[in-house]
């Protein structure tokens, strides 16, 4: 079988995340957001796990259901996942974005704005899943 995506190399191909709680975690946080993302779930295995797809972006996201739990709430800043970002279309398709997190009453951790100190024409919204991973939607002007 051919590679899909031919000079891709680098690229991400797909994130696994275990969530403490699978139906929850998806119910009120990855269904809205991946799916107006453009994922959509490919499998499904219930109290074990999903597969997301984005055919456009040609990568994929798993949800895990977490098999231990963990001493305290999430910390980003111990060794780990930090965040993931998702690429924009534009500063007003972050803006879009982010009235749709107020509404499916996901937390906003950081507002849209310009974040020059992460580079040239960087705009971006943070937020978190049920488990306090962080997220962000982000347009970026790129200098060739």
Same mark, same amino acid.
């Given at each position: 079988?051919? &590679?899909?995506?031919?000079?891709? +190399?680098?690229?991400? &191909?797909? #994130?696994?995340?275990?969530?403490?709680?699978?139906?929850?975690?998806?119910? *009120?946080?990855?269904?809205?957001?991946? $799916?107006? #993302?453009?994922?959509?779930?490919?499998?499904?295995?219930?109290?074990?796990? $999903?597969?997301? @797809? &984005?055919?456009?972006?040609?990568?994929? =996201?798993? #949800?895990?259901?977490?098999? +231990?739990?963990?001493?305290?709430?999430?910390? %980003?800043? %111990?060794?780990? @996942?930090?965040? @993931?970002?998702?690429? *924009?279309?534009?500063?007003?398709?972050?803006?879009? @974005?982010?009235?749709?997190?107020?509404?499916?009453? =996901? /937390?906003?951790?950081?507002?849209?704005? *310009?974040? /020059?100190?992460?580079?040239?024409?960087?705009?971006?919204?943070?937020?978190?899943? /049920?488990?306090? #991973?962080?997220?962000?939607?982000?347009?970026?002007? =790129?200098?060739?």
């Amino acid at each position: 079988m051919a &590679n899909v995506l031919k000079g891709a +190399r680098g690229a991400v &191909n797909h #994130l696994t995340l275990s969530v403490s709680d699978l139906a929850a975690c998806e119910a *009120a946080f990855y269904t809205p957001v991946l $799916t107006e #993302l453009g994922y959509e779930k490919v499998e499904e295995h219930p109290g074990q796990f $999903t597969v997301w @797809f &984005n055919a456009a972006a040609v990568s994929a =996201i798993s #949800l895990s259901q977490a098999e +231990r739990s963990h001493d305290g709430p999430y910390d %980003r800043y %111990r060794p780990g @996942f930090h965040h @993931f970002a998702f690429w *924009a279309d534009s500063p007003a398709d972050v803006d879009a @974005f982010h009235d749709k997190l107020i509404g499916w009453s =996901i /937390p906003v951790l950081d507002a849209p704005k *310009a974040y /020059p100190q992460y580079g040239p024409g960087y705009y971006a919204v943070f937020f978190a899943d /049920p488990d306090g #991973l962080k997220f962000e939607l982000t347009y970026q002007t =790129i200098e060739a």
